[in-house]
């Protein structure tokens, strides 16, 4: 007893953080009164009734093994079974988070390589894969510029933030603390060296960029805009969410990125949506490593650890180790395919984005760029004198069995509609995706009622926008 009594005191010390409200009893909290005196009504269906049931109601929803997501990779791309299974095995989903290092050393070194892999990949020095999502690694990555400007004596209060930006970007800014200045892109839709000259002042921490941009542009003065930042001593942030586009191509670091967060479940295969789950590791250069979250997984040449001995660190962003099977299955993905498979998935997603690019660009208005990275965005205003909106063509989509692409994103382009098909769809799967946006851009101006009250097809048919949020019925 003395031994586990000091066992458990030891995990407390170590691994759960001190209460920091007032300790009650469970009575207190809860009307003992209110506990069900009979059991409650359950309906209890057949084996046969049950799978119905589910299969009724999967059939009624869409998913990656039903069809195309014509906004892939941020939406959902194909994530192989065998990252699931694996990821499932009881050796990994019977891990308690508070078991000690020395029986969790599989687990650990499936993270510290995970970690390796990310830093080869990016170029970038060190990491930490605690961030639970994009958005949350955005946070992590500020947060650590702050504390790096800190530790200077510098109080430097501007984010750069490009006009394509993600929404998530300024948001995490102003979160950390920052004041969000917006960057004209040029016609191109990209950054002009120029303008970031002329916004730049010793008050400027950081620009946050997004490479390739969310038009689906590269930001081919991306090393020009790092020298120009660094020659005032600020950073440059890159927002990793398109890294399906660069892959075994080009690295972050190579073109002097400071701080990148990863969309694990974006580029490496954990299906996502409907807030989760997601895992945004940071890798940062050599310069900001003491300012990690700790721990950081190590490795001592025998085992591998937590390390909370990071001199700058800015704390926990995560409880525990932040989303393990999410990294599980970005681990079995990138072993799968290894370094060569990576840069052959980039390959594949780039040229079937600009098959399509330059099939659709002969019906659709393509107001930036020629040919496009992963993805491309078009635009709907052409079809406004049809009274026929972006939003139209989406929900006409799903007529034609396509998840609808992200719409009225990025803010630049009026009418926006994005597109980026992935690397696993077929040649078959592009030209009917082709074949359906041809027929609807024709059904627009022939039969733009059809297009506007579309879609006619699905389970429920055109809602209401506002009511659907606000009045959720999860019970049809
Ligand atoms: C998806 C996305 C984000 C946010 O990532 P989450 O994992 O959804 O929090 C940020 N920036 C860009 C460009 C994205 O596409």
Known sequence: MELLDKYIGKI??????????????????????????????????????????????????????????????????????????????????????????????GALQLMYELGEFLKEISGLDAI???????????????LITRAYFKSRNEDRKIVLVPDTAHGTNPASSSRAGFVVEKIKSNLDGIL???????????????????????????????????????????????????????????????FGVDIMHFNLHKTFSTPHGGGGPGSGPVAVCSKLSSFLPVPIIDFDGEKYYFNRDLQNSIGRVSAFYGAFSVMV??????????????????????????????????????????????EFVLSGSDFKEFGIRTLDIAKRLLDYGYHAPTVYFPLIVPEALMIEPTETESKESLDGFIEAMINISNEAKKYPDKVKHAPSNTPVGRLDEVKVNRELNVRW
């Open 329 to 374: 299955k970005a681990y079995v993905y990138i072993r799968l395919l290894g370094g060569e498979g990576l840069e052959e998935v980039t390959e594949q997603a780039v040229i079937n984005s600009n098959y399509l690019l330059t099939k659709l660009k002969e019906v659709y208005n393509l107001p930036y760029g020629k040919n496009c990275m992963h």
């Open 128 to 142: 930490t894969l605690q961030p639970e999502a994009g958005a949350h690694g955005e946070l992590t990555g500020l």
């Open 12 to 105: 407390k010390k170590d691994y759960i953080a001190k209460l920091d409200v007032e300790e009650k009893p469970i009575e207190a909290l809860f009307d003992l009164g209110e506990v069900r005196e009979k059991p409650l009504l359950l309906p209890s269906p057949s084996e046969p009734e049950l799978m119905r049931h589910f299969v009724k109601l999967s059939e009624e929803n869409y998913h990656i093994d039903k069809g195309m997501y014509p906004l892939g990779s941020c939406t959902m791309k194909y994530n192989p079974k065998v990252c699931e299974d694996i990821a499932r095995l009881p050796g990994f989903i019977g891990i308690h988070p508070e078991a000690p290092e020395s029986q969790i050393q």
């Open 192 to 254: 002009e060296p120029d303008s970031i000259r002329e916004a730049m002042s010793e008050d400027v921490a950081v620009l946050m960029i997004t490479n390739p941009n969310t038009l689906g542009i590269f930001e081919t003065h991306i090393a020009e805009l790092a020298e120009i930042l660094h020659s005032y001593g600020a950073l440059l942030y890159m927002d990793g969410a398109n890294l399906n586009a660069l892959m075994g191509k080009a690295r972050s670091g190579d």
